[in-house]
């Protein structure tokens, strides 16, 4: 597995080793020795997610006040821009964002340590996102960032799918600045 660095201390990206030929492919998703060998963490998961979701939804920027979640992130069909946005108190990056495509292409997967917020908007016509997570959902803990924080100015790619806006959710559209925002401890 090759492990490149973000901008954002602690988020990454992976590159499975994927064996392929004429049949098809194979690669390990996850591996916790491998994993820890290549990014130093030695980490518990305890939740496994699944959404399948049309092109132009996004949906985040979610984060929890307690439980809060660190997430391997990765796209079986289709593609998605992934995003993380540091709202870690005291972090010399608060308030920046780092983003990148995984697809079923690239098959890359995207390490979000607990204590960011994190999102993503469908870039194909249909993408299924499997994630691992740290810590179990925890609704009555869970907060939303506006998307479109200018303070934040995620380069969100709608232009490229010919959208003004992305679809959301209701959650999602009552999603508020990171400067309004109930963050953790």
Do not use: C
């Amino acid at each position: 597995m090759q492990v490149i660095t973000t901008t954002l201390a602690g988020v990454l990206i992976l590159e499975p080793r994927v064996f392929g030929d004429a049949r098809g492919f194979f690669m390990e998703s996850y591996n916790r020795r491998s994993f820890a060998q290549a990014t130093g963490l030695d980490l518990d998961f305890v939740q496994d997610n699944h959404s399948r979701s049309s092109k132009g939804v996004l949906r985040g920027l979610h984060y929890q006040l307690r439980q809060p979640q660190g997430k391997l992130v990765r796209a079986v069909r289709g593609a998605i821009f992934d995003v993380a946005v540091d709202i870690r108190r005291g972090s010399p990056t608060f308030g920046q964002w780092t983003g990148v495509e995984l697809s079923e292409d690239n098959r890359r997967q995207l390490w979000v340590p607990a204590g960011l917020a994190h999102g993503f908007l469908v870039l194909s016509e249909a993408a299924e996102v499997l994630y691992k997570t740290t810590d179990y959902y925890a609704p009555e803990h869970e907060r939303s960032i506006a998307w479109d924080d200018p303070t934040i100015a995620i380069d969100w790619p709608l232009a490229a799918l010919g959208l003004a806006e992305p679809l959301l959710s209701g959650k999602d559209r009552a999603g508020v600045t990171l400067a309004q925002a109930e963050l953790p401890a």
